[in-house]
C-alpha cells in the first residue's frame, strides 16, 4: 500500500481562540484516559515547558459549544439507530461506531433521554461486532438507565463521555490503532455536520469561528491518521477527504492579539493567537463536503 505522503504531521502551535488546551508539557501529548481526574483535582500548570498539544475535540467538547450558543436540539441531524443494519463490514462498522458515539454526545448533552438510551444500545451493538465490547462495563449501561430515569443531564453527558475514553483506551492497549483511527474520523465528521448544519451563518460571528477552528482540528486529524495510513481502510478514507483538507489549508489566517491562558473549570483554555477567516461562501462549501463525506460513511459507500 502506497503511503499518503502529502499529509502534513501534527501541528504545534497557536490558530485560533478559545480552543481546549488538552495537555501542556513534556514530549508526548496525554492520552484521554491520562485525561480523566477526579472533579475536585486540581489542574497544575507546568512551569518551565509551555508547550501546548492540540488533540481533535470529543464529540462532547464539540457539542458543548452548541450549547455555549444557544443552538437548539435536532434530531433530524443525527443518524438514525436503524441504520444500524446496514453496517455489516468492519470499516463501516468502525466509522459508524464514530458517528453514532458524536450521536449519542450530543443526545446527552441536551439531556434526550430516550435518544441517549437508543443511541447507546447502538453502540453497544457495534461494540460487540467490532469485538470491543469487553471494554464496557456492564454497569455502565444500568447506570445510563437510572439517570435518564432521573433526568441528570450532567450524569448523561459523563457517562457518555467514560464510553467514548472506555472504547478509545480499549482499543489503544490492544494495538487496534486503525480501528480507532475510524472511529475517531466518523465521530469528527458527525460532529462538524451537526455542528456546520445548527445555525445560519453570520460572518464575523462565534458560530463562525468555531466553525473555522476545524482548520486546526483537521490538521491534528491527519497526523493522528498518518500512524495508520498503512492499513487500507484508513488509507481509502484519508484519500476521500483530501477535498476537505484542501479546503482547509486554503483558509486565510489573520494574525490576532498575543497568547494568553486562562483555567475554566479546571481544563485550561488558549486564547488569542491568528484567527482563521471563513466567508459564506467558504462556509457553503464546508457543509457540502462535510455533506458529501458522511453521506458516504453513513451509507456504508466505502
Given amino acids: 500500500m502506497k503511503k499518503l505522503n502529502t499529509w502534513k504531521p501534527i501541528i504545534i502551535g497557536a490558530m485560533s481562540a478559545s480552543l481546549l488546551m488538552v495537555s501542556c508539557g513534556g514530549d508526548e501529548p496525554k492520552k484521554p484516559e491520562e485525561n480523566k481526574k477526579p472533579d475536585n483535582q486540581e489542574v497544575v500548570k507546568p512551569e518551565v515547558n509551555h508547550n501546548v498539544y492540540y488533540a481533535v475535540p470529543t464529540p462532547n467538547e464539540l457539542f458543548n459549544v452548541l450549547k455555549t450558543l444557544k443552538m437548539p436540539f435536532n434530531a433530524s441531524l443525527m443518524n438514525d439507530p436503524a441504520n444500524v443494519e446496514k453496517y455489516n463490514e468492519s470499516m463501516s462498522q468502525a466509522l459508524n461506531f464514530g458517528v453514532y458515539s458524536a450521536d449519542l454526545a450530543m443526545a446527552a448533552s441536551y439531556n434526550e433521554g430516550t435518544n441517549t438510551l437508543a443511541y447507546f444500545k447502538v453502540i453497544r451493538k ?169 453521506n458516504s460513511i453513513i451509507n456504508a459507500e466505502f
Fill in 126 to 294: 457495534l461494540g460487540e461486532s467490532l469485538n470491543i465490547s469487553s471494554a464496557f462495563d456492564e454497569t455502565v449501561f444500568k447506570r445510563i438507565e437510572e439517570n435518564i430515569n432521573s433526568g441528570k443531564s450532567d450524569s448523561l453527558t459523563s457517562l457518555s463521555n467514560e464510553t467514548y475514553y472506555d472504547a478509545y483506551s480499549y482499543l489503544e492497549s490492544n494495538d487496534r490503532g486503525a480501528t480507532l483511527a475510524l472511529i475517531v474520523i466518523g465521530g469528527w465528521v458527525e460532529s462538524v455536520h451537526i455542528l456546520a448544519n445548527s445555525s445560519e451563518f453570520v460572518e464575523g460571528s462565534e458560530f463562525s469561528k468555531r466553525l473555522a477552528d476545524q482548520k486546526l482540528t483537521m490538521e491534528n486529524l491527519m497526523g493522528f491518521l498518518m500512524q495508520y495510513q498503512d492499513d487500507e481502510n484508513v488509507a481509502i478514507v484519508m484519500e476521500e477527504m483530501i477535498p476537505l483538507d484542501e479546503f482547509f489549508m486554503n483558509l486565510e489566517v489573520i494574525e490576532g492579539e498575543e497568547i494568553s491562558t486562562t483555567q475554566e473549570d479546571g481544563v485550561y483554555v488558549l486564547t488569542g493567537g491568528a484567527d482563521v477567516s471563513m466567508s459564506a461562501k467558504d462556509f457553503e462549501i464546508l457543509k457540502s463536503l462535510v455533506s458529501d463525506l458522511r
